[in-house]
């Protein structure tokens, strides 16, 4: 079966019986690049090429016929890169033709297949290779014979334009572009409807992705040409942005279409979409103005809708704006405009435009930090009621993320976002939501502490096929959806100590979502929280304090807690204590409830080394029932581990043990390895306790839960050798020579000890006491 671009060659394309030539964009003059254009369909009708090849050159059809137009260098490099004999033979076809006299060219247009009289040729004069040739067949033969002289010398300068030197080639690309603009291809004995405008005459173009960033301005692009560079890079900030012009660049090709047409409404859009991407709010408030100014006065809306369309302009560009605001954080500003926009679309009774300002306003509320449960409820019930599944889908999710931060149970969250999953399944003009609903699944099962099954919904979106046509060659996995998931991949992989795994996944992020984008800010995030955990497990506290201010520069609650982590590790316990009491405040406040117990497990420590066990009890306790109001096992588990070290050192190693054995399944389960070491360490402890063994060895240990105490110390070991965890291994070394000193096995006892022994000179720093951390 032909594929769609082999349609594009080879079958007719007609609507009703009638061919519209101007559907594909196709220009009624000659050019040298259309030359080149015409060399390259001649030698795909002529020439045997197999069909993988085909199929690539098929690709390039469209693109290069409705494009802008390309200097010979790169229209070469282009076809060179899906058939480099193809290429070779263009090239070889144009030499003949530049190098050669008049006759040349005269004798290529004559013997290109003519699709009405040769029935044996491919190019059907109904397909798209058909009716591009009709129209360089009948724009040539018009020509009265100055014209066809001055398309044969500008043949000749655009293609030795791209063998002159450097210096050279600019000044011929000058008198080309001189040459063009003086050479009318129509005269005075054509048809007035045949006329083509001086303004419309083709003039050497911007190239979008192939552009050279060094070569200047060549003048104005003509109104299909800008049309398309528009769309097409339109299109690829929203789908691949990598493949996208770079933002200065784009920034460059704007102002030269603006500068010959300042009231272009749509390159002012795409101009605050480029601004976007480099967080310019300046810029983007200023090109996103003077889109809706030119929008309303262009008349484009009011020639349909008459006085509608003008309001209906007004009131959305009170909703981007406010948008706007809203991502950059300015929320009074955006307040402000959000009420504008209500206030014109209740005047012109416009629901569709008020659904999408309730959309707005419930995201401007949670993000303040306030509840907005009541105003989500009313956009989901009016979303549906005027059929607006995008916004009601849209709604629902936000719901499933405020459920999940208040406490709702899991089997609730999931049995919401399945049905939102089967309206989006059954739309595939949904398929974005479906994106935002995987993610938002891993999220949860993440927050939940389920690993297992927040990897599993991660690996699903990334290996979930797109349900939108992607043209271009595009890979759609820029969105923010994919960069949340890949994140969450490089943090779970980092917990299981995999760092490999994870320097590649954030090479990947960050090719994918380059700095200047709008989501490069969660990989940024990602990789100074990976960085700083794994310095904080090998005890490089030297390396992990400077990344905190960096943390605090993407999220200032992350930074100040891992502010605090350091300050504790540095034996700066009151400073410690006072940004913790900070901090808990202002999470409380905003409803922060993972943050919160985090502070409390690690205000609990520094009381720890104060000897406070029994203050830092009640702390625990509290924190203990706040993980499960919220059902957040792998704080739960946590903070049971804490509770168990806590009973440990209060002299009370069964109850310690007893209360151990309900967190180490979860923890073996979907912790970490930093967990399942602490977990087992604290474990061994218990053991050694409840067996009564003491360090100066007096008394009779139980010799089956000491040899117990011991597999359970290998165990330790062998979780923080992964991590290169010296200081812990450091301590389960002594424990281990302690414990096989008692049960007098002398060799491994040695064993261990020398093994402390090197750890311990590598380390040269005090080793702290193994009974005041966890």
């Known amino acids: 079966m032909a594929s769609v671009h082999e349609s594009l060659y080879f079958n007719p394309m007609m609507t009703n019986g009638v061919v519209h030539a101007n559907v594909f964009g196709i220009k009624d003059w000659v050019t040298p690049y259309k030359i080149s254009v015409l060399a390259l369909l001649y030698d795909m009708t002529t020439s045997k090429i197999t069909l993988p090849v085909r199929r690539r050159l098929n690709k390039l059809i469209l693109p290069l016929q409705q494009g802008p137009d390309l200097s010979l260098g790169q229209f070469l490099k282009t076809v060179e890169e899906c058939c480099p004999p193809t290429a070779y033979a263009v090239k070889l076809r144009l030499h003949e033709m530049a190098n050669g006299e008049l006759k040349d060219m005269e004798y290529f247009f004559s013997t290109l297949p003519t699709p009405f009289t040769a029935f044996d040729s491919e190019a059907y004069k109904s397909s798209v290779v058909g009716l591009f040739m009709r129209h360089m067949l009948l724009a040539y033969n018009k020509l009265s014979f100055s014209q066809v002289y001055k398309l044969y010398k500008s043949l000749q300068h655009y293609y030795h334009s791209h063998y002159a030197k450097p210096a050279d080639g600019q000044l011929g690309l000058a008198a080309l572009v001189a040459d063009d603009s003086d050479m009318d291809l129509t005269s005075t004995e054509d048809t007035v409807g045949d006329r083509i405008e001086r303004d419309e005459l083709d003039t050497p173009l911007h190239e979008s992705e192939l552009r050279n960033d060094n070569t200047p301005s060549r003048g104005p692009l003509s109104q299909k040409q800008a049309e398309y560079f528009l769309t097409r890079q339109a299109y690829l900030l929203k789908n691949d942005e990598n493949k996208a012009l770079k933002p200065a660049a784009l920034q460059e090709e704007l102002n030269n279409m603006l500068k010959f047409n300042p009231d272009f409404a749509e390159a002012h859009y795409l101009n605050y979409l480029n601004n976007m991407r480099v967080q310019d709010i300046f810029l983007s408030a200023h090109s996103l103005l003077h889109y809706f100014d030119r929008l309303i006065l262009s008349g484009n809306e009011g020639k349909s809708n008459g006085d509608e369309g003008y309001g209906r302009s007004l009131r959305y560009a009170a909703l981007n ?85 208040q406490g709702k149970t899991a089997h609730k969250l999931m049995d919401a976002l399945k049905d939102t999953d089967i309206l989006h399944w059954k739309s595939g003009s949904l398929s974005e939501l479906i994106e935002i609903s995987l993610a938002q699944t891993t999220s949860i099962w993440r927050m939940y502490g389920k690993s297992t099954m927040a990897m599993q919904q991660a690996q699903l979106l990334l290996n979930m096929s797109s349900l939108e046509p992607v043209n271009y060659g ?8 994919f960069a949340v998931a890949l994140c969450h991949l490089a943090e779970l992989h980092a917990e299981q100590g995999l760092y490999c795994a994870v320097s590649e996944i954030l090479q990947h992020l960050k090719e994918q979502f380059p700095p200047h984008s709008q989501h490069a800010k969660l990989w940024m995030l990602c990789d100074l929280k990976i960085q700083f955990e794994r310095h904080m497990n090998e005890g490089k506290y030297h390396l992990a304090e400077p990344l905190v201010t960096a943390i605090a520069a993407l999220n200032k609650t992350e930074g100040l807690y891992r502010k605090a982590q350091v300050l504790k590790a540095l034996n700066r316990s009151t400073e410690a204590y006072g940004i913790l009491q900070r901090l808990q405040v202002h999470c409380e406040k905003m409803k922060s409830t993972e943050v919160v117990i985090r502070v409390m497990l690690l205000t609990a420590e520094l009381h720890w080394e104060s000897s406070g066990f029994s203050t830092a009890l009640p702390l625990l306790l509290q924190a203990l029932a706040l993980a499960k109001r919220h059902h957040l096992q792998s704080m739960a588990s946590e903070t049971i ?88 291994l450091r301590d389960v070394h002594y424990l281990q020579a302690q414990l096989h000193r008692s049960l007098g096995q002398t060799s491994q006892c040695n064993k261990s000890a020398m093994l402390f022994r090197l750890l311990d000179q590598e380390l040269q720093s005090p080793a702290p006491l193994v009974s005041m951390r966890l």
């Open 321 to 405: 704006l406010a948008s706007l605001h809203c991502r950059f954080g300015h929320y009074q500003q955006a307040d402000l405009a959000l009420k504008e926009a209500i206030r014109i679309a209740q005047e012109s009774n416009d629901h569709v435009c008020l659904q999408h300002c309730l959309s707005w306003l419930y995201t401007l509320e949670q993000m303040k930090g306030s509840d907005s449960t009541v105003l989500t409820e009313d956009s989901v019930k009016m979303a549906a009621h005027f059929c607006l599944p995008y916004l009601a889908s849209l709604g629902i999710q936000s719901l499933v993320q405020q459920g999940a931060t």
């Open 474 to 481: 595009v890979q759609q996995n820029n969105t923010e959806a």
């Open 641 to 728: 581990l804490h509770l168990a070290f806590t009973q440990l050192m209060l002299g009370v190693p069964e109850h310690a043990l007893s209360v151990l054995h309900e967190a180490i399944e979860p923890v073996l389960a979907h912790g970490s390895v930093m967990d399942k070491g602490r977990a087992s360490l604290l474990m061994a402890r218990c053991q050694m306790a409840v067996a009564g063994f003491r360090p100066n060895g007096q008394g009779q240990a139980d010799s089956h839960l000491a040899v117990l105490a011991v597999d359970t110390l290998n165990e330790a070991a062998a979780y923080f050798s992964k991590l290169s965890c010296k200081e812990r």
